[in-house]
């Protein structure tokens, strides 16, 4: 007859396949349960989607040229690396991780962390240098019925809204136009070096406040940087009737972060409380932050795609629906319980028998 023992490579080899056996039972009682908040997520990213097919083919049938190394999902998103409206250095795998559609379901998540409900007015920074961004933020904010109050920044980093003749601007009057989004910036400013076009040249200048002034938008533009932070404040301020429940920032606006280092010492994502020790400048995110309002900061995209478990530079592009936002993985309680006790009983059984082995030859030296 056998007897188990943990001397015998026999037992060992039972439990070791046993346990096996037992671990694949519990992997394949795994269950995939939609998210709370499905519909929600699933209609945003797919009205990013539909949002980003509209410029495409609207870009396309003007006959732009698009760059299929740096473009290659051809989504017509990504701007020249540079041109007269660039404004500083941009990561193009940044850029291109943005693209994604389900970046719309992170914002659904993120807006209903903050208890966000039909009707909040959220006060939004806009840049050229992340359109998708914005798309994401605005998809959100449609689904969900949210009333935003957006100021914009026309001048883009590289690889972002680059192209003049079609800014930030022109997309938003775009989407207008095909009752995508009935959304419009009520204020905007040049953007780059101290919100004021430092580093562009004249012309790239004159061609953003040209832009502004072609969409009936109020110009910001003030002698600093501070006064173009309390500028933009004011209209915020002024503009909502209600108190504004959250503060979006897309991308690195000093006018929004106030100084460079602030952006990158905020980590990326929704933040209820938000301080910073000895900033050396607050931008209107911090503003809105000392006031209690909840703020949400849309910057390093990488490391906010890897913390949403999304797909870097993805080609192709991710269909609505696709990630893991959408779906709680979770195990059978019952497998799992079951699978414990069946090896936890082969293990005492084995402890058993050893120790009564070990009694046995005890006694038998003591007699």
Same mark, same amino acid.
């Given at each position: 007859? %056998? ?28 269950? $995939?349960?939609?998210?709370? &908040? ?99 933020? $605005? ?43 009935? &959304? ?46 309390? /500028?933009?404040?004011?209209? &915020? ?9 959250? &503060? ?22 929704? /933040? ?14 911090? =503003? %809105? ?14 490391? =906010? ?34 699978? $414990? ?10 402890? $058993? ?15």
């Amino acid at each position: 007859m %056998f007897i188990p023992s943990a001397k015998s490579k026999f037992s060992l080899i039972l439990l070791m396949l046993v346990a096996i056996a037992l671990f694949i039972w519990v992997e394949n009682s795994r269950v $995939f349960i939609s998210d709370k &908040y499905y519909k929600e997520k699933l209609s945003a990213s797919k009205l990013m989607q539909n949002a980003e097919l509209a410029i495409k083919e609207f870009r396309n049938s003007e006959g732009i040229y698009i760059d299929e190394v740096n473009d290659p999902n051809r989504t017509a998103m990504i701007g020249d690396k540079q041109s007269p409206i660039v404004t500083d250095r941009g990561d193009l795998t940044s850029k291109l991780t943005s693209l994604n559609p389900n970046f719309a379901a992170v914002l659904v998540e993120m807006f209903k962390e903050a208890n966000l409900k039909k009707g909040d007015k959220i006060a939004i920074s806009c840049t050229g240098s992340f359109p998708a961004l914005n798309i994401a933020v $605005f998809s959100a904010a449609k689904v969900l019925e949210l009333e935003p109050i957006i100021i914009s920044s026309v001048g883009a980093s590289m690889f972002g809204a680059t192209d003049p003749e079609f800014t930030w601007l022109d997309m938003e009057e775009f989407f207008i136009q095909q009752n995508i989004f009935d &959304y419009k910036s009520i204020a905007a400013s040049i953007g780059g070096g101290r919100d004021l076009g430092r580093g562009l040249s004249k012309n790239g200048r004159e061609l953003i406040i040209e832009n502004i002034n072609k969409h009936n938008i109020q110009l910001v533009r003030t002698e600093t940087l501070e006064q173009n932070i309390l /500028h933009k404040m004011g209209i &915020y301020k002024t503009s909502s009737q209600d108190e504004i429940a959250l &503060y979006v920032n897309v991308g690195g606006g000093l006018s929004s972060i106030g100084a460079t280092i602030n952006g990158k010492l905020i980590d990326p994502g929704l /933040h209820r409380y938000l301080t910073l020790t000895n900033p050396p400048l607050k931008g209107t995110m911090l =503003l %809105f932050a000392d006031e209690g309002i909840p703020v949400i900061h849309l910057l390093d995209i990488t490391r =906010l795609a890897e913390m949403k478990e999304l797909p870097l530079a993805p080609d192709p592009l991710p269909e609505p629906g696709n990630g893991n936002m959408f779906s709680d993985e979770k195990y059978n309680v019952i497998i799992t319980i079951i699978s $414990f006790v069946i090896l936890l009983i082969l293990i005492l059984i084995v402890i $058993f028998f050893d120790h009564r082995e070990l009694r046995i030859k005890d006694d038998e030296i003591n007699v």
